[in-house]
């Protein structure tokens, strides 16, 4: 059982960042994929970015250059830096894990654990 905890959310105007973190009840050291999800009411949970033994990968264009995803190790603890937010930015976010699988994906279902999310409003 692993179990994950989001923090760092918050309400912030468009141009600002925040940064998220989700520390893992287990260690983060082999690499397997952990990710950022988001949700917005009505909608499915979107993967945002992930992390795996071949790197980050992201998932969503429109983040591209603004959203960065990295780990310590030390602390395991995975990070979401989020730069020049947008209004459209605004969600829950989650953070996924799969201890089993080295390779992240965009599926929501191919992760087994969750946290209970970090709500991020980006107001214009």
């Known amino acids: 059982q692993v179990e994950l905890v989001e923090s760092g959310g918050g309400s912030v105007e468009a141009g600002r960042s925040l940064t998220l973190s989700c520390v893992a009840s287990?260690?983060?050291?082999?690499?397997?994929?952990m990710a950022w999800f988001r949700q917005i009411p009505g909608k499915e949970r979107e993967a945002v970015v992930g992390?795996?033994?071949?790197?980050?990968?992201t998932f969503v264009d429109s983040v591209k250059g603004r959203f960065t995803i990295s780990k310590d190790n030390a602390k395991n603890t995975l990070y979401l830096q989020m730069n020049n937010l947008k209004p459209e930015d605004s969600a829950m976010y989650y953070c996924g894990a799969n201890p089993d699988r080295w390779y992240c994906r965009d599926d929501e279902r191919y992760y087994e654990y969750w946290g209970r999310g970090t709500r991020v409003t980006v107001s214009s």
């Open positions: 992390i795996d033994r071949r790197g980050n990968t």
């Open positions: 287990v260690s983060t050291e082999s690499s397997y994929c």
